[in-house]
């Protein structure tokens, strides 16, 4: 089982992180008021051992296991860019399960040819230079070169990647499917998220995404990158809130 927090009372939310990341980079969220949040650490990531393969499905699945280890039917989901790709494997696999989806700084792309060259690149970079190597890179990408307010703790999410969790995610990522009908066919309430300046998942992705989820809302945050939810907490949080109260949870008792 993958380790996990369980804080707060009201609407369960699962917050999904992303990569190379782990469930701390919602520190922020944890108070949200109204929300049971469940935060598990992806594996080889946070507190959780990695594990030699993974596909967005097998991480899908580890996750439903948790809601059925706490007798949770039903929960809404909240992705984080690589979270936002094991969301919609939760959505094909159980979408009963599904009672809402947050999705944040992701898109529902698969990779291109350059974007799986990448991942090999970077997956060598893992095994030859170590995590550190690879988390600095991604920290460049994910908040550009400038010192910006959430990159001394950003970094210490980084600091518990394992070199085996990160090919092993890179590899799920390079592998997963287009996921344009699964939002299609997505009919909960949705809101999605995004940094004004996400060079990774940038706002035209999250623009197309809503024109694909019926009734979606989308919220550009401002002065944010790739990670919306750390660096603008406030603004972030204030919507999510608002989201979960007004569009959530009339659908869903805790
Ligand atoms: C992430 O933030 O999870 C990754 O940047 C996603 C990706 O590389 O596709």
Redesign the pocket.
Known sequence: MLHYTDTGSGIPVVWIH??P?SGRIFAEQMSIKGVRHIVPDLPGFGSSPPQRDASMDSLAGEILDILDALSIEKAAFAG????G?ILFAIARRAPERVAAAILI???ELP?SAE?RAGRFSMMETARTAGARQVTEL?LE??LGSGHRPATAFVREVMESATPAGIVAALQA?MDRPDSTDTLRSLRVPTIILVGDSDT??PPSDSRRMKELISGAELVVVPGAS?LSNAEQPDLFNDAVERFVRERVAGSLQS
């Open positions: 992303g990569f990341l984080l860019s690589m979270g790709y700084d992701t898109r990779d974007g991604m990408k994910m990522m990774i998942t790739h």
